[in-house]
């Protein structure tokens, strides 16, 4: 088990990526709920961004031997915004850069949150998600 994984699976969740319409405004900022998949492991995630970072929470689902803590406001750091699209890291441990933050990709869709997100971890596969404003 990796450090700083959700569980005991061999993947780890690492960086974050969003596309948000209208982030040239505060169309993705507030509260965010949704869930990560891991097989049939099911994490329920809370996200507060904001303009220039924010907050992720592990609400729910995770493994008791987990490294990862429950309800700790993860900090989400290096915020840019492109166009319709955010990006941004969650430090779950250790640096900015480390294998241990997560990736979102989203986009503002009928009110939710959509899209993707991944570890930073080389060996880490893009899924799906999506979130619904709290």
């Known amino acids: 088990m990796h450090k700083g994984s959700l569980g005991p699976t ?3 969740l690492v960086g974050i990526l969003v596309t948000a319409a209208g982030c040239g405004g505060s169309g993705y900022e507030g509260e965010w709920e949704g869930e990560i998949r891991e097989g049939d492991k099911v994490i329920r995630i ?9 907050t992720f929470t592990i609400v729910g689902g995770l493994d008791r031997y987990s490294d990862v803590k429950m309800d700790y406001p ?18 779950l441990a250790g ?24 570890e930073k971890h080389p060996r880490a596969r893009t899924q799906p998600i999506t979130l619904n404003r709290v």
């Open 10 to 12: 061999p993947v780890l």
């Open 46 to 54: 809370r996200l507060d961004l904001t303009g220039d970072g924010g």
């Open 74 to 91: 993860y900090p989400i750091v290096n915020v840019e915004k492109e166009g319709d699209t955010v990006r941004f890291t969650v430090v």
């Open 95 to 118: 640096e900015q850069d480390d294998d241990d933050n997560l990736a979102f990709a989203l986009k503002i869709k009928d009110g939710e949150l959509e899209g993707t997100f991944r």
